[in-house]
Protein backbone atom coordinates (compact mmCIF):
# COMPACT_ATOMS: atom_id res chain seq x y z
CA UNK A 1 0.00 0.00 0.00
CA UNK A 2 1.06 3.89 -1.08
CA UNK A 3 1.63 5.54 2.16
CA UNK A 4 0.14 9.65 2.41
CA UNK A 5 3.52 10.79 3.90
CA UNK A 6 1.90 13.96 4.55
CA UNK A 7 -0.17 12.16 7.20
CA UNK A 8 3.05 10.89 8.82
CA UNK A 9 5.06 13.89 8.71
CA UNK A 10 4.03 15.54 11.83
CA UNK A 11 4.57 12.48 13.73
CA UNK A 12 8.02 12.59 12.79
CA UNK A 13 8.23 15.66 13.43
CA UNK A 14 7.37 15.14 17.24
CA UNK A 15 9.66 12.19 17.07
CA UNK A 16 12.72 14.51 15.90
CA UNK A 17 12.01 17.40 18.84
CA UNK A 18 11.49 13.99 21.62
CA UNK A 19 14.71 15.53 23.08
CA UNK A 20 13.27 19.11 23.61
CA UNK A 21 9.84 18.46 25.24
CA UNK A 22 8.90 18.49 29.13
CA UNK A 23 8.01 15.18 30.63
CA UNK A 24 5.64 15.16 33.85
CA UNK A 25 1.85 16.15 33.28
CA UNK A 26 3.34 19.01 31.10
CA UNK A 27 4.05 16.82 28.69
CA UNK A 28 0.45 14.84 28.62
CA UNK A 29 -1.01 18.23 28.49
CA UNK A 30 1.06 18.97 25.37
CA UNK A 31 0.81 15.46 23.70
CA UNK A 32 -3.05 15.64 23.82
CA UNK A 33 -3.27 19.38 22.62
CA UNK A 34 -1.07 18.13 19.55
CA UNK A 35 -2.96 15.25 19.61
CA UNK A 36 -5.77 16.75 18.96
CA UNK A 37 -4.61 19.74 16.31
CA UNK A 38 -3.55 16.54 14.65
CA UNK A 39 -6.97 14.49 14.64
CA UNK A 40 -8.31 17.41 13.24
CA UNK A 41 -6.27 18.08 10.10
CA UNK A 42 -6.33 14.60 9.05
CA UNK A 43 -10.11 14.13 8.29
CA UNK A 44 -10.94 12.39 4.62
CA UNK A 45 -14.49 12.80 4.14
CA UNK A 46 -15.48 12.40 7.66
CA UNK A 47 -13.14 9.18 8.43
CA UNK A 48 -9.69 9.20 10.03
CA UNK A 49 -7.42 8.19 8.14
CA UNK A 50 -3.88 8.19 9.46
CA UNK A 51 -2.06 5.56 8.66
CA UNK A 52 0.46 3.29 10.30
CA UNK A 53 4.27 4.25 8.59
CA UNK A 54 4.74 0.37 8.82
CA UNK A 55 1.68 -1.94 8.53
CA UNK A 56 -0.06 0.69 6.09
CA UNK A 57 -3.12 0.18 8.48
CA UNK A 58 -4.74 2.74 10.85
CA UNK A 59 -2.84 3.80 13.13
CA UNK A 60 -3.47 4.60 17.47
CA UNK A 61 -2.62 8.01 17.25
CA UNK A 62 -2.64 8.18 20.90
CA UNK A 63 -0.24 5.60 21.12
CA UNK A 64 2.51 7.13 18.72
CA UNK A 65 2.05 10.15 20.37
CA UNK A 66 3.23 8.35 23.19
CA UNK A 67 6.08 7.17 22.11
CA UNK A 68 6.90 10.36 20.76
CA UNK A 69 6.88 12.50 23.63
CA UNK A 70 6.67 10.67 26.82
CA UNK A 71 7.32 7.54 28.40
CA UNK A 72 3.98 5.79 29.33
CA UNK A 73 5.56 5.71 32.99
CA UNK A 74 4.90 9.60 33.17
CA UNK A 75 1.51 9.54 31.75
CA UNK A 76 -2.10 10.31 33.06
CA UNK A 77 -4.63 9.68 31.28
CA UNK A 78 -7.09 11.75 33.56
CA UNK A 79 -4.41 15.20 32.53
CA UNK A 80 -7.02 17.55 31.49
CA UNK A 81 -6.15 18.92 27.75
CA UNK A 82 -4.01 22.01 27.41
CA UNK A 83 -6.07 25.09 26.29
CA UNK A 84 -5.02 26.80 22.62
CA UNK A 85 -5.25 30.49 22.94
CA UNK A 86 -7.58 31.96 21.10
CA UNK A 87 -6.24 33.59 17.36
CA UNK A 88 -5.50 37.09 18.20
CA UNK A 89 -6.43 39.75 15.18
CA UNK A 90 -3.49 41.17 13.38
CA UNK A 91 -2.71 45.17 14.58
CA UNK A 92 -3.65 47.08 11.82
CA UNK A 93 -1.07 50.02 10.47
CA UNK A 94 -1.13 53.58 11.98
CA UNK A 95 -2.43 56.26 9.79
CA UNK A 96 -1.62 59.10 11.63
CA UNK A 97 0.72 61.72 9.31
CA UNK A 98 4.12 63.22 10.60
CA UNK A 99 5.79 65.40 8.54
CA UNK A 100 9.17 64.23 7.25
CA UNK A 101 11.87 66.88 8.08
CA UNK A 102 15.64 66.54 7.69
CA UNK A 103 17.47 67.49 10.83
CA UNK A 104 19.38 70.68 11.07
CA UNK A 105 22.39 69.95 10.01
CA UNK A 106 26.07 71.65 11.09
CA UNK A 107 26.85 74.85 9.21
CA UNK A 108 30.25 76.54 8.92
CA UNK A 109 30.12 80.01 10.55
CA UNK A 110 33.19 81.01 7.78
CA UNK A 111 30.59 80.26 4.84
CA UNK A 112 27.18 80.42 6.50
CA UNK A 113 27.42 82.45 9.67
CA UNK A 114 22.97 83.47 10.30
CA UNK A 115 20.86 81.37 11.11
CA UNK A 116 17.18 82.38 11.13
CA UNK A 117 14.11 81.21 12.30
CA UNK A 118 10.40 81.28 14.06
CA UNK A 119 9.76 80.49 17.47
CA UNK A 120 7.87 77.83 18.38
CA UNK A 121 5.55 77.26 21.75
CA UNK A 122 3.39 74.20 20.63
CA UNK A 123 3.59 71.15 22.74
CA UNK A 124 2.03 67.87 20.80
CA UNK A 125 4.90 66.11 20.01
CA UNK A 126 5.58 65.84 23.26
CA UNK A 127 2.39 64.63 24.61
CA UNK A 128 1.88 62.56 21.50
CA UNK A 129 5.36 61.11 21.77
CA UNK A 130 4.93 60.18 25.99
CA UNK A 131 1.70 58.51 24.65
CA UNK A 132 3.46 56.25 22.29
CA UNK A 133 6.19 55.56 24.54
CA UNK A 134 3.81 54.78 27.88
CA UNK A 135 2.18 52.51 25.81
CA UNK A 136 5.66 50.73 25.40
CA UNK A 137 6.47 52.14 21.74
CA UNK A 138 9.01 54.52 21.13
CA UNK A 139 7.57 57.29 19.03
CA UNK A 140 8.70 57.19 14.70
CA UNK A 141 11.81 59.66 13.95
CA UNK A 142 8.88 62.58 12.72
CA UNK A 143 6.44 62.51 15.70
CA UNK A 144 10.00 64.05 17.87
CA UNK A 145 10.09 67.72 17.64
CA UNK A 146 12.98 68.53 19.95
CA UNK A 147 11.93 72.22 20.41
CA UNK A 148 8.52 71.25 21.58
CA UNK A 149 9.94 68.66 23.98
CA UNK A 150 12.21 71.45 25.03
CA UNK A 151 8.97 74.18 25.31
CA UNK A 152 6.72 71.37 26.98
CA UNK A 153 8.19 72.75 30.07
CA UNK A 154 7.82 75.65 32.24
CA UNK A 155 11.20 77.38 33.38
CA UNK A 156 11.76 79.70 36.43
CA UNK A 157 13.52 82.79 33.89
CA UNK A 158 13.52 86.06 34.58
CA UNK A 159 10.28 87.49 34.07
CA UNK A 160 10.13 90.89 32.73
CA UNK A 161 9.13 94.01 35.27
CA UNK A 162 6.41 95.80 33.13
CA UNK A 163 3.71 94.86 30.34
CA UNK A 164 6.07 97.99 28.22
CA UNK A 165 8.27 94.98 27.50
CA UNK A 166 6.51 91.69 26.50
CA UNK A 167 10.01 89.66 27.31
CA UNK A 168 12.72 89.22 28.32
CA UNK A 169 15.81 87.42 26.99
CA UNK A 170 18.11 85.39 28.46
CA UNK A 171 21.71 84.00 26.86
CA UNK A 172 23.86 81.10 28.60
CA UNK A 173 27.06 79.82 27.68
CA UNK A 174 27.71 75.43 28.87
CA UNK A 175 29.68 72.94 27.94
CA UNK A 176 27.98 69.99 25.66
CA UNK A 177 27.24 66.92 27.34
CA UNK A 178 28.07 65.02 24.48
CA UNK A 179 30.21 66.03 22.38
CA UNK A 180 33.60 67.19 24.37
CA UNK A 181 35.00 70.71 23.56
CA UNK A 182 31.61 71.78 21.99
CA UNK A 183 29.53 74.06 23.79
CA UNK A 184 25.54 75.31 23.74
CA UNK A 185 24.68 78.20 23.51
CA UNK A 186 20.84 78.21 25.39
CA UNK A 187 18.41 81.29 24.44
CA UNK A 188 16.06 82.17 27.11
CA UNK A 189 12.69 84.35 26.73
CA UNK A 190 10.60 84.74 29.35
CA UNK A 191 7.11 86.62 28.36
CA UNK A 192 5.06 88.75 30.98
CA UNK A 193 3.46 87.37 33.20
CA UNK A 194 -0.41 88.88 32.83
CA UNK A 195 -2.87 88.68 36.19
CA UNK A 196 -5.67 86.28 35.13
CA UNK A 197 -7.67 88.58 36.60
CA UNK A 198 -7.14 91.46 34.32
CA UNK A 199 -6.95 89.47 30.62
CA UNK A 200 -9.69 90.69 28.36
CA UNK A 201 -12.97 88.77 27.73
CA UNK A 202 -12.32 85.66 25.97
CA UNK A 203 -14.84 84.90 23.08
CA UNK A 204 -14.50 81.43 22.31
CA UNK A 205 -15.93 79.23 19.34
CA UNK A 206 -15.53 75.94 19.90
CA UNK A 207 -15.49 73.68 16.72
CA UNK A 208 -15.19 70.38 17.57
CA UNK A 209 -15.08 66.98 15.52
CA UNK A 210 -18.06 64.44 16.00
CA UNK A 211 -17.18 62.19 13.23
CA UNK A 212 -17.57 58.82 13.18
CA UNK A 213 -13.36 58.22 13.75
CA UNK A 214 -13.90 60.43 17.08
CA UNK A 215 -15.63 57.24 18.68
CA UNK A 216 -12.84 56.11 21.11
CA UNK A 217 -13.22 56.59 24.61
CA UNK A 218 -9.39 58.80 24.38
CA UNK A 219 -11.34 61.12 21.48
CA UNK A 220 -14.43 62.25 21.90
CA UNK A 221 -15.60 61.60 26.00
CA UNK A 222 -11.72 62.34 27.04
CA UNK A 223 -12.87 66.35 24.29
CA UNK A 224 -15.95 66.52 26.25
CA UNK A 225 -14.33 66.01 29.40
CA UNK A 226 -11.35 68.64 28.71
CA UNK A 227 -13.58 71.27 27.81
CA UNK A 228 -16.08 71.27 30.57
CA UNK A 229 -13.21 71.31 32.83
CA UNK A 230 -11.92 74.45 30.28
CA UNK A 231 -15.58 76.23 30.55
CA UNK A 232 -15.65 75.79 34.78
CA UNK A 233 -12.30 77.54 35.29
CA UNK A 234 -13.51 80.58 32.64
CA UNK A 235 -14.65 84.13 33.57
CA UNK A 236 -18.39 84.35 33.88
CA UNK A 237 -18.10 87.40 31.43
CA UNK A 238 -16.47 84.83 28.84
CA UNK A 239 -18.55 83.51 26.00
CA UNK A 240 -18.77 79.91 24.52
CA UNK A 241 -20.43 78.81 20.84
CA UNK A 242 -19.98 75.50 20.02
CA UNK A 243 -20.17 74.39 16.06
CA UNK A 244 -19.75 70.74 15.08
CA UNK A 245 -18.63 69.06 11.75
CA UNK A 246 -19.16 65.66 10.77
CA UNK A 247 -20.94 64.64 7.40
CA UNK A 248 -22.40 67.91 7.65
CA UNK A 249 -21.61 71.07 9.92
CA UNK A 250 -23.81 72.95 12.21
CA UNK A 251 -24.23 75.08 15.20
CA UNK A 252 -25.20 73.01 18.56
CA UNK A 253 -24.69 76.48 20.76
CA UNK A 254 -24.67 80.05 19.72
CA UNK A 255 -22.60 82.29 21.69
CA UNK A 256 -22.81 81.84 25.83
CA UNK A 257 -21.74 83.75 28.13
CA UNK A 258 -20.29 81.03 30.34
CA UNK A 259 -22.11 82.52 33.93
CA UNK A 260 -24.01 80.39 32.38
CA UNK A 261 -22.39 76.76 32.52
CA UNK A 262 -24.73 74.78 32.68
CA UNK A 263 -25.78 75.42 29.37
CA UNK A 264 -23.08 75.41 27.78
CA UNK A 265 -21.46 71.52 29.86
CA UNK A 266 -24.70 69.86 28.74
CA UNK A 267 -24.30 70.84 25.50
CA UNK A 268 -21.17 69.01 25.33
CA UNK A 269 -22.20 66.13 27.25
CA UNK A 270 -25.08 65.46 24.24
CA UNK A 271 -22.49 65.78 21.53
CA UNK A 272 -22.58 62.34 19.24
CA UNK A 273 -20.18 60.58 16.97
CA UNK A 274 -21.43 60.02 13.18
CA UNK A 275 -20.65 60.30 9.54
CA UNK A 276 -18.15 61.09 7.88
CA UNK A 277 -15.17 64.48 8.77
CA UNK A 278 -16.55 67.56 6.62
CA UNK A 279 -13.57 69.66 8.64
CA UNK A 280 -13.36 72.57 5.90
CA UNK A 281 -17.09 73.23 6.12
CA UNK A 282 -16.75 73.23 10.16
CA UNK A 283 -14.16 75.82 9.90
CA UNK A 284 -15.53 78.25 7.49
CA UNK A 285 -18.79 77.70 9.47
CA UNK A 286 -17.11 78.37 12.93
CA UNK A 287 -15.19 81.40 11.25
CA UNK A 288 -18.40 82.64 10.23
CA UNK A 289 -20.16 82.50 13.93
CA UNK A 290 -16.83 84.71 15.05
CA UNK A 291 -16.95 87.30 12.24
CA UNK A 292 -20.59 87.79 13.55
CA UNK A 293 -20.19 87.86 17.32
CA UNK A 294 -16.48 89.93 16.80
CA UNK A 295 -15.67 91.81 19.43
CA UNK A 296 -12.81 94.33 19.46
CA UNK A 297 -11.96 94.37 22.88
CA UNK A 298 -11.91 90.65 23.37
CA UNK A 299 -9.92 87.70 22.84
CA UNK A 300 -11.58 86.37 19.28
CA UNK A 301 -10.75 82.74 18.74
CA UNK A 302 -11.73 79.34 17.56
CA UNK A 303 -10.58 76.28 19.08
CA UNK A 304 -10.78 73.21 17.03
CA UNK A 305 -10.61 69.87 18.56
CA UNK A 306 -10.12 66.44 16.43
CA UNK A 307 -8.27 63.94 15.31
CA UNK A 308 -7.27 65.62 12.22
CA UNK A 309 -9.28 63.00 10.15
CA UNK A 310 -10.16 65.75 7.50
CA UNK A 311 -11.53 63.54 4.49
CA UNK A 312 -14.94 65.76 2.82
CA UNK A 313 -15.26 68.96 2.18
CA UNK A 314 -12.55 71.40 2.08
CA UNK A 315 -9.55 69.55 2.38
CA UNK A 316 -6.77 70.97 0.06
CA UNK A 317 -4.12 72.35 2.84
CA UNK A 318 -3.50 75.16 0.98
CA UNK A 319 -6.91 76.36 0.94
CA UNK A 320 -7.19 76.23 4.59
CA UNK A 321 -4.02 77.67 5.06
CA UNK A 322 -5.30 80.86 3.32
CA UNK A 323 -8.48 80.67 5.17
CA UNK A 324 -7.21 80.89 8.36
CA UNK A 325 -4.32 83.12 7.47
CA UNK A 326 -7.11 85.71 5.96
CA UNK A 327 -8.62 85.41 9.63
CA UNK A 328 -5.88 85.70 11.83
CA UNK A 329 -5.37 89.16 9.95
CA UNK A 330 -9.13 90.15 10.89
CA UNK A 331 -8.05 89.05 14.31
CA UNK A 332 -9.79 85.91 14.70
CA UNK A 333 -7.11 83.35 16.25
CA UNK A 334 -6.99 79.53 15.72
CA UNK A 335 -5.27 77.38 17.91
CA UNK A 336 -5.83 73.35 17.27
CA UNK A 337 -6.24 70.57 20.26
CA UNK A 338 -5.33 67.13 18.45
CA UNK A 339 -7.29 64.20 20.42
CA UNK A 340 -6.80 60.00 19.59
CA UNK A 341 -4.51 57.93 17.31
CA UNK A 342 -4.69 55.78 14.43
CA UNK A 343 -5.49 58.56 12.04
CA UNK A 344 -4.19 61.62 13.90
CA UNK A 345 -3.52 64.09 11.01
CA UNK A 346 -0.33 65.96 12.86
CA UNK A 347 0.94 67.80 9.76
CA UNK A 348 -2.46 69.57 9.29
CA UNK A 349 -3.06 70.57 12.44
CA UNK A 350 0.70 71.99 12.89
CA UNK A 351 0.17 74.14 9.75
CA UNK A 352 -3.54 75.16 10.72
CA UNK A 353 -2.06 76.39 14.20
CA UNK A 354 0.93 77.70 13.06
CA UNK A 355 -1.64 79.45 10.48
CA UNK A 356 -3.84 80.81 13.30
CA UNK A 357 -1.51 82.75 16.00
CA UNK A 358 -2.45 79.35 17.78
CA UNK A 359 -0.58 76.48 19.74
CA UNK A 360 -1.03 73.41 18.66
CA UNK A 361 -1.57 70.64 21.82
CA UNK A 362 -2.05 67.13 22.04
CA UNK A 363 -4.56 66.04 24.69
CA UNK A 364 -3.74 62.36 25.86
CA UNK A 365 -5.22 62.14 29.10
CA UNK A 366 -6.94 64.65 31.86
CA UNK A 367 -3.79 65.60 33.29
CA UNK A 368 -3.13 66.98 29.93
CA UNK A 369 -6.01 68.89 29.30
CA UNK A 370 -5.51 70.58 32.68
CA UNK A 371 -2.44 72.04 31.67
CA UNK A 372 -3.11 73.13 28.78
CA UNK A 373 -6.70 74.42 29.12
CA UNK A 374 -6.37 75.27 32.89
CA UNK A 375 -3.09 75.65 34.03
CA UNK A 376 -1.82 77.49 30.81
CA UNK A 377 -4.87 78.87 29.87
CA UNK A 378 -3.84 82.62 30.16
CA UNK A 379 -0.67 82.17 27.57
CA UNK A 380 -2.80 79.83 25.72
CA UNK A 381 -5.53 82.57 24.80
CA UNK A 382 -3.87 85.74 25.55
CA UNK A 383 -0.88 86.63 22.95
CA UNK A 384 1.41 89.14 24.30
CA UNK A 385 3.95 89.18 21.18
CA UNK A 386 2.96 88.22 17.50
CA UNK A 387 5.89 87.30 14.64
CA UNK A 388 8.63 86.24 16.87
CA UNK A 389 11.75 85.73 14.45
CA UNK A 390 15.47 84.81 15.88
CA UNK A 391 18.25 85.10 14.10
CA UNK A 392 21.58 84.64 15.12
CA UNK A 393 25.01 85.94 13.44
CA UNK A 394 28.17 83.75 14.52
CA UNK A 395 31.71 85.33 14.94
CA UNK A 396 34.07 83.08 12.87
CA UNK A 397 36.38 84.25 14.32
CA UNK A 398 35.81 81.90 17.86
CA UNK A 399 33.32 79.80 16.72
CA UNK A 400 34.34 77.37 13.56
CA UNK A 401 30.88 75.31 13.34
CA UNK A 402 27.29 75.68 14.66
CA UNK A 403 23.82 73.34 14.29
CA UNK A 404 20.26 74.65 15.86
CA UNK A 405 18.71 71.67 17.85
CA UNK A 406 14.95 71.34 16.35
CA UNK A 407 12.88 73.86 14.88
CA UNK A 408 13.65 72.51 11.41
CA UNK A 409 9.89 73.26 10.80
CA UNK A 410 10.16 76.74 11.80
CA UNK A 411 13.38 77.66 9.40
CA UNK A 412 13.05 80.95 7.88
CA UNK A 413 15.14 82.64 5.08
CA UNK A 414 17.85 85.57 6.04
CA UNK A 415 16.06 87.96 4.52
CA UNK A 416 12.59 87.13 6.35
CA UNK A 417 13.92 88.62 9.45
CA UNK A 418 13.37 92.10 8.58
CA UNK A 419 10.22 91.64 6.31
CA UNK A 420 7.18 92.36 8.28
CA UNK A 421 4.75 90.61 6.21
CA UNK A 422 6.67 87.07 6.45
CA UNK A 423 4.48 85.27 9.10
CA UNK A 424 6.37 83.61 12.92
CA UNK A 425 5.77 82.45 16.36
CA UNK A 426 3.74 84.00 19.19
CA UNK A 427 4.57 84.43 22.38
CA UNK A 428 1.67 84.22 25.42
CA UNK A 429 1.67 85.60 28.69
CA UNK A 430 3.90 84.04 30.69
CA UNK A 431 5.13 81.43 28.21
CA UNK A 432 8.65 80.70 28.02
CA UNK A 433 10.75 79.82 25.04
CA UNK A 434 14.04 77.90 24.83
CA UNK A 435 16.76 77.40 21.82
CA UNK A 436 19.54 75.92 22.02
CA UNK A 437 22.73 76.11 19.75
CA UNK A 438 25.47 73.53 19.86
CA UNK A 439 28.91 75.41 18.49
CA UNK A 440 32.67 74.43 17.93
CA UNK A 441 34.41 76.54 19.24
CA UNK A 442 37.78 78.10 16.92
CA UNK A 443 40.38 76.42 18.84
CA UNK A 444 38.56 72.75 18.67
CA UNK A 445 38.59 69.97 16.24
CA UNK A 446 35.17 70.57 13.43
CA UNK A 447 33.42 68.02 12.14
CA UNK A 448 33.79 69.92 8.29
CA UNK A 449 37.43 70.81 6.84
CA UNK A 450 37.91 74.48 6.26
CA UNK A 451 37.80 75.42 2.92
CA UNK A 452 41.16 75.65 1.21
CA UNK A 453 39.59 78.69 -1.32
CA UNK A 454 37.77 81.63 0.18
CA UNK A 455 35.55 82.96 2.85
CA UNK A 456 38.68 84.06 5.12
CA UNK A 457 37.48 87.55 4.60
CA UNK A 458 34.80 86.52 7.51
CA UNK A 459 37.17 85.51 9.85
CA UNK A 460 39.66 88.25 9.49
CA UNK A 461 36.79 91.13 9.99
CA UNK A 462 35.89 89.36 12.58
CA UNK A 463 38.32 90.33 14.62
CA UNK A 464 37.08 93.68 16.76
CA UNK A 465 34.90 91.40 18.07
CA UNK A 466 36.84 88.59 19.02
CA UNK A 467 35.28 88.12 22.64
CA UNK A 468 32.03 87.13 21.05
CA UNK A 469 30.98 83.89 20.20
CA UNK A 470 27.95 85.27 18.60
CA UNK A 471 25.30 88.42 17.92
CA UNK A 472 21.50 87.86 18.76
CA UNK A 473 18.89 89.91 17.59
CA UNK A 474 14.92 89.16 17.72
CA UNK A 475 12.26 90.43 16.04
CA UNK A 476 8.60 90.80 17.53
CA UNK A 477 5.20 93.13 17.05
CA UNK A 478 2.82 93.95 19.79
CA UNK A 479 -0.57 92.45 19.23
CA UNK A 480 -2.78 94.70 16.52
CA UNK A 481 0.68 96.56 15.11
CA UNK A 482 1.79 95.81 11.61
CA UNK A 483 5.16 96.56 12.16
CA UNK A 484 8.14 95.13 14.72
CA UNK A 485 10.44 96.15 16.90
CA UNK A 486 13.83 94.58 17.31
CA UNK A 487 15.95 93.52 20.14
CA UNK A 488 19.77 93.07 19.83
CA UNK A 489 22.22 91.31 22.74
CA UNK A 490 25.91 89.59 21.86
CA UNK A 491 26.47 86.41 23.21
CA UNK A 492 30.54 87.05 25.18
CA UNK A 493 32.60 84.30 25.41
CA UNK A 494 33.60 84.97 29.09
CA UNK A 495 29.93 84.14 30.83
CA UNK A 496 28.94 85.52 34.40
CA UNK A 497 28.82 82.64 36.94
CA UNK A 498 25.35 81.22 37.04
CA UNK A 499 23.21 81.11 40.36
CA UNK A 500 22.46 77.38 40.85
CA UNK A 501 18.25 78.10 40.37
CA UNK A 502 19.70 79.57 36.84
CA UNK A 503 21.72 76.88 36.26
CA UNK A 504 19.38 73.96 37.18
CA UNK A 505 16.97 75.37 34.82
CA UNK A 506 19.61 75.46 31.95
CA UNK A 507 20.69 72.01 32.58
CA UNK A 508 17.33 70.60 32.61
CA UNK A 509 16.70 71.68 28.70
CA UNK A 510 19.91 70.21 28.01
CA UNK A 511 18.78 66.85 29.64
CA UNK A 512 15.76 67.12 27.56
CA UNK A 513 17.19 68.29 24.18
CA UNK A 514 19.64 65.38 24.52
CA UNK A 515 17.32 63.01 25.02
CA UNK A 516 14.91 64.23 22.40
CA UNK A 517 18.02 63.61 20.22
CA UNK A 518 18.23 60.20 21.34
CA UNK A 519 15.04 58.70 21.03
CA UNK A 520 15.31 60.47 17.54
CA UNK A 521 18.34 58.45 16.44
CA UNK A 522 19.87 61.61 16.12
CA UNK A 523 23.55 61.09 14.71
CA UNK A 524 24.92 64.40 16.56
CA UNK A 525 24.24 62.94 20.06
CA UNK A 526 27.75 61.28 20.23
CA UNK A 527 28.04 58.54 23.03
CA UNK A 528 25.68 60.19 25.28
CA UNK A 529 23.15 57.70 26.86
CA UNK A 530 19.46 57.81 27.97
CA UNK A 531 21.26 56.95 31.44
CA UNK A 532 23.17 60.07 31.47
CA UNK A 533 19.79 61.80 30.34
CA UNK A 534 18.05 60.79 33.63
CA UNK A 535 20.60 61.04 35.43
CA UNK A 536 21.01 65.21 34.15
CA UNK A 537 17.01 66.24 34.53
CA UNK A 538 16.83 63.92 37.58
CA UNK A 539 19.69 66.23 39.28
CA UNK A 540 17.89 69.24 37.72
CA UNK A 541 14.47 68.83 38.63
CA UNK A 542 13.72 71.94 41.02
CA UNK A 543 10.17 72.42 43.05
CA UNK A 544 8.39 71.01 39.54
CA UNK A 545 4.80 71.88 41.33
CA UNK A 546 3.02 69.67 38.92
CA UNK A 547 5.29 67.16 38.50
CA UNK A 548 6.06 67.41 35.03
CA UNK A 549 9.51 67.12 35.00
CA UNK A 550 9.53 63.88 37.68
CA UNK A 551 7.31 62.55 35.04
CA UNK A 552 9.87 62.89 32.43
CA UNK A 553 12.31 61.25 34.04
CA UNK A 554 9.81 57.91 34.42
CA UNK A 555 9.32 58.58 30.53
CA UNK A 556 12.82 57.85 29.90
CA UNK A 557 12.96 54.99 31.95
CA UNK A 558 10.09 53.73 30.11
CA UNK A 559 11.89 54.57 26.56
CA UNK A 560 15.14 52.62 28.15
CA UNK A 561 13.31 49.98 28.80
CA UNK A 562 11.31 49.79 25.07
CA UNK A 563 14.79 50.36 23.10
CA UNK A 564 16.09 46.97 25.31
CA UNK A 565 13.05 45.10 24.11
Excluded at 28 to 42: E, K, R
Aim: negative net charge.
Amino acid sequence: MEIDMSLTRPIATLQRYRSLMPSGPLAVGLCTGVLTLLSAGCQNGGQETLADSQTGQPAQREQLLVDAMASPARMQPQAKMMAMPAPQPLPQPSRDRFEAVEENTVKQASVDPVSTFSIDVDTASYSFSRRMINEGRLPTPDAVRLEEWVNYFDYDYTAPASPDTPFSTGVTVVESPWTAGNKLVHIGIKGYQVDASSRPRANLVFLLDVSGSMGAPDKLPLLQQSLSMMVKDMHPEDSVAIVVYAGASGVVLPPTAVKDRTAITQALSRLQVGGSTAGGEGIQLAYQLAEQHFDEKAINRVILATDGDFNVGVTDPRSLEALVSRQREKGIYLSVLGFGQGNYNDHLMQTLAQNGNGVAAYIDNLNEARKVLVTESTSSLFTIAEDVKIQVEFNPATVQEYRLLGYETRALEREDFNNDSVDAGEIGAGHTVTALYEITPADKTPLIDPPRYGARENAATAGAQSNEYAFIKLRYKRPGESRSRLLQTPVAMSQPALSAEARQEVEFAVAVAGAAQIIKGSKFSGNWTLEEAIALAQNNRGEDPYGYRSEFVQLLRQAQVSRDI
